[in-house]
T-cell receptor, first 119, second 113 residues
């Protein structure tokens, strides 16, 4: 059970180049997420997929596209990279457990991150 | 989701208890209190969560005020490995279709040998 895996671990791009960040989870989770974390800051949500076949924008979606390829995989694409997209990118998925009074606090599991530099 | 307020940083000595505070005065009845931490160069990891009652697990304890407007994460004996950024996050488990987490700045915990 590998949890959440991400590839690549590091990437350097030139302005205008494109690339796809890959994420996979083997926990049979329905929901998956892409966050970015700039130096010294908290994480900000880019896109999420609440279930296979659906995707929704988060707080900072501009400049990104996503694909929920199947239940396991959720990819993030930069079509034309910009220096402002230099960041560490984290993928996450959610698993849950029953809570009190029918509420379900879902625990989020994170991948190790992809460190992206755009020159 | 309601906002949380945490100190930017705290220091502790190794093997001493650490109390990390979090204020959330606008918490609603359906907000769960979640704590995550992020070790250097790693993704965040779940620590603990609670609704109204105090909670204990193998990593930490969570003490929740009676009015739920504040909470405290307690590490019983800090180790060097506990040096991390700790995030206190509220999440509405009823009206949050995406089950997403909203991260603030967190508290950077430094542990001295």
């Amino acid at each position: 059970n590998a949890g959440v895996t991400q590839t690549p671990k590091f990437q350097v791009l030139k302005t205008g180049q494109s690339m796809t960040l890959q994420c996979a989870q083997d926990m049979n989770h329905n929901s998956m997420y892409w966050y970015r974390q700039d130096p010294g800051m908290g994480l900000r949500l880019i896109y999420y997929s609440a279930s296979e076949g659906t995707t929704d924008k988060g707080e900072v979606p501009n400049g990104y596209n996503v694909s929920r390829l199947n239940k396991r995989e959720f990819s993030l694409r930069l079509e034309s990279a910009a220096p402002s997209q230099t960041s560490v990118y984290f993928c996450a998925s959610i698993g849950g457990s029953p809570g009190l009074a029918g509420l379900y606090p879902y625990t989020q599991y994170f991948g190790p991150g992809t460190r992206l530099t755009v020159l | 989701d309601a906002k949380t307020t945490q100190p930017n940083s705290m220091e502790s000595n190794e093997e001493e208890p650490v109390h990390l505070p979090c204020n959330h005065s606008t918490i609603s009845g359906t907000d769960y209190i979640h704590w995550y931490r992020q070790l250097p160069s790693q993704g965040p990891e779940y620590v603990i969560h609670g609704l109204t009652s105090n909670v204990n697990n193998r990593m930490a304890s969570l003490a929740i005020a009676e009015d739920r407007k504040s909470s405290t994460l307690i590490l019983h004996r800090a180790t060097l490995r506990d040096a991390a950024v700790y995030y206190c996050i509220l999440r509405d488990e009823v009206n949050n279709a995406g089950n997403m987490l909203t991260f603030g700045g967190g508290t950077r915990l430094m542990v001295k040998p």
